[in-house]
């Protein structure tokens, strides 16, 4: 038994996990789930009914420990409909597409750019979008409806209090204005802003276990619960233990389903002129402070790149062979085009090509790490990042992938920090600011390969294509 002991709970798009934490940092134990979504009425929608099951038994599995408190981290772009007796209905998938006349409809309604820091983005993934889609779906059951962000349902799944909290509707909503730190002019109009939950900062208390399920999982019903956060915020939170992040020019490349850089700017940042096309954003810390973003579907397009191969890229028993296969990928010229993901990334609109294919699945493998590391390049660009550049997440053990992003950014530091838990480990900090991640930032050496030349035959062949 462990004296003083914090859950965190990560309800991401692709996988769900909760670990076990002491107040010190030292993550004891930690238990994943992998999500799929639901079909209902022909519409794709998160499994919500799935992932409360089988959280009240991992945290049941976790009764034997003395547990104080509990936060809650989940994915953007979600958003919960609850009624008295609970969730009106399961809350949409972001990657389900609506309507076309509706999205334009919707699109046509949205605030500038300027004013939100949300660009326009596919299906659900401005949830505005799935409000007023749903506002017309179920609109009895909308016009009397609470709505809670993804992280914020489950603080009231876990107490029966429900509270809104600023990084999740912040995050490319259209329901944020980030500089004023107010809801959008849409979400005043639509009458969503007064159908939030009652906004709090994420490290708020919202109560204590409810006696359900205190009863259910055995924990006490002392146990505090906090608002929450967004995943890539909690990211964020985690880098800036670090010294070398926290007080200096940095940004932080999260890596996931979605590969988010997020800038911690030295000096004030004109948000208002980054590209809203090429999928710039500005997210909102934890501290309600704006953040210049930019992203791709990093995680996902890898995925997809392999195809049947069994073996991950960042897998680490194959990072020599994967390494050694750079020369031959620069040799024959396998290079991949984005992009895999229509309507995202810095370019959102080319179409992908996969030029001379290698036949080795090492080779391959290793052509879809210059990949991501060349969108990286991109993305990073184009919010201005300089100076400090730490890659976290499940991506950053793929050494093809930071070792090609150190080569193209030879002007900054690139730095991996040796943890696989990241966005828990920034939760746990909203509990406790003061620590300090566990190990250092381990500075990312470039490839021995000249990328000069293959960098620019991929900027010309990417150029030509938009």
């Known amino acids: 038994m462990t004296k003083g002991a914090i859950i965190v709970i990560d309800l991401g798009k692709t996988l769900s996990k909760v670990s076990l934490w002491t107040k010190g940092g030292r993550m004891l134990d930690r238990?994943?789930?992998?999500?799929?979504?639901?079909?209902?009425?022909?519409?794709?929608?998160?499994?919500?009914?799935?992932?409360?099951?089988?959280?009240?038994?991992?945290?049941?599995?976790?009764?034997?420990?003395?547990?104080?408190?509990?936060?809650?981290?989940?994915?953007?772009?979600?958003?919960?409909?609850?009624?008295?007796?609970?969730?009106?209905?399961?809350?949409?998938?972001?990657?389900?597409?609506?309507?076309?006349?509706?999205?334009?409809?919707?699109?046509?309604?949205?605030?500038?750019?300027?004013?939100?820091?949300?660009?326009a983005l596919p299906d659900g993934l401005n949830f505005g979008a799935q409000l007023y889609w749903l506002d017309r779906l179920y609109p009895e059951a909308m016009a009397g409806a609470t709505l809670l962000p993804w992280a914020q349902y489950w603080a009231w799944f876990l107490t029966g209090r429900a509270v809104s909290e600023v990084t999740s509707l912040g995050c490319h909503s259209d329901l944020w204005c980030p500089a004023e730190?107010?809801?959008?002019?849409?979400?005043?109009?639509?009458?969503?802003?007064?159908?939030?939950?009652?906004?709090?900062?994420?490290?708020?208390?919202?109560?204590?276990?409810?006696?359900?399920?205190?009863?259910?999982?055995?924990?006490?019903?002392?146990?505090?619960?906090?608002?929450?956060?967004?995943?890539?915020?909690?990211?964020?939170?985690?880098?800036?233990?670090?010294?070398?992040?926290?007080?200096?020019?940095?940004?932080?490349?999260?890596?996931?389903?979605?590969?988010?850089?997020?800038?911690?700017?030295?000096?004030?940042?004109?948000?208002?002129?980054?590209?809203?096309?090429?999928?710039?954003?500005?997210?909102?810390?934890?501290?309600g402070q704006p953040v210049p973003s930019a992203r791709f579907m990093g995680g996902r397009e890898i995925e997809t790149l392999i195809e049947i191969d069994t073996r991950r890229v960042d897998i680490k028993p194959d990072q020599p062979a994967l390494l050694a296969a750079v020369d031959e990928v620069l040799a024959c010229g396998a290079m991949i085009l984005p992009t895999l993901a229509p309507g995202c990334g810095p370019w959102p609109d080319s179409a992908f090509q996969f030029i001379n294919r290698p036949d080795d699945w090492f080779q391959r493998r290793a052509a879809a790490c210059l990949y991501a590391a060349l969108l990286a390049d991109g993305a990073l660009d184009l919010i201005g990042s300089r100076e400090r550049i730490l890659v976290e997440g499940r991506f950053a053990e793929a050494e093809v992938f930071v070792r090609a992003l150190a080569s193209l950014r030879p002007d900054c530091a690139v730095f991996t920090a040796n943890a696989h838990n990241d966005v828990s480990f920034g939760a746990l900090r909203l509990i406790d600011p003061a620590l300090t991640p566990q190990g250092e930032l381990i500075r990312v050496e470039p490839l021995p390969q000249d990328l000069s030349l293959y960098r620019s035959r991929w900027t010309a062949l990417t150029g030509a294509q938009a």
């Open 31 to 119: 238990v994943v789930r992998p999500n799929a979504p639901i079909v209902d009425d022909g519409i794709k929608r998160l499994d919500l009914a799935g992932v409360g099951v089988w959280l009240i038994e991992t945290l049941a599995g976790f009764a034997g420990h003395p547990i104080e408190a509990i936060v809650p981290v989940g994915h953007g772009a979600g958003v919960v409909a609850l009624s008295e007796a609970g969730p009106a209905f399961a809350p949409l998938d972001y990657e389900q597409a609506l309507p076309a006349d509706l999205l334009a409809s919707y699109r046509s309604a949205r605030d500038p750019f300027a004013l939100t820091g949300s660009p």
């Open 181 to 287: 730190g107010r809801f959008s002019p849409l979400a005043e109009r639509e009458g969503w802003a007064r159908r939030f939950a009652p906004l709090v900062a994420a490290g708020d208390v919202v109560g204590t276990l409810s006696t359900p399920v205190a009863a259910q999982t055995g924990l006490a019903p002392t146990v505090r619960v906090l608002a929450g956060l967004h995943d890539s915020n909690a990211a964020l939170l985690a880098a800036r233990g670090f010294t070398e992040i926290a007080r200096n020019e940095a940004t932080v490349l999260s890596t996931g389903t979605w590969f988010i850089a997020m800038r911690l700017a030295a000096g004030p940042v004109d948000t208002a002129a980054l590209p809203e096309a090429r999928d710039c954003l500005v997210n909102v810390d934890a501290y």
